[in-house]
């Protein structure tokens, strides 16, 4: 399959919208019924602050993304970049599709001039977290909770 890459057209960012809902509960585990609205909100906030949405798609069809963003270090207060979500339709997923999309988001980051990218992870996603560590990417911190 031949994918090309490039920033997310006008129908493609309607496309990412409509599967927003799907996306975030599959990265987080949560089913909720406002789980489509939550994510819109959040890609439009980051939108708004200068991120963009780097796509995978062949000849006409979208096939994933990844949302290159940028955030702070809290203890440097160092700009780093930032992978605020990655997805791939199901469709496409077991091709390779993910860890391309990775590798160009990397390439993306070093041309924007960050040395240092980051991504939030849920632990349960250990398909994620395994392509992540191929990668290179290393666990940074744990953030923990407990419900009381």
Known sequence: MELEYGKATGREVEEI????????AE???IQA???KEEMIAAYKNSLSQ????????TEDTLTGWVLVDRSLDWFTQKEIGWISDVYVK?????KGVAESLLEQ??????YLGYDDVRLNVFT???KAIRLYEKLGFRDLNKF????I
């Open 17 to 24: 919208f409509s599967l927003a809902g799907r996306n975030r």
């Open 50 to 57: 200068g991120a963009y949405f780097l796509v995978a798609r």
């Open 105 to 110: 988001s990397l390439i993306e980051f070093k």
């Open 124 to 126: 349960f996603n250990e």
């Open 144 to 147: 923990m909770k407990i419900e």
């Open 33 to 35: 019924d406002n789980n």
């Open 27 to 29: 990265a987080t585990g």
């Open 90 to 94: 199901q469709e496409f997923r077991k």
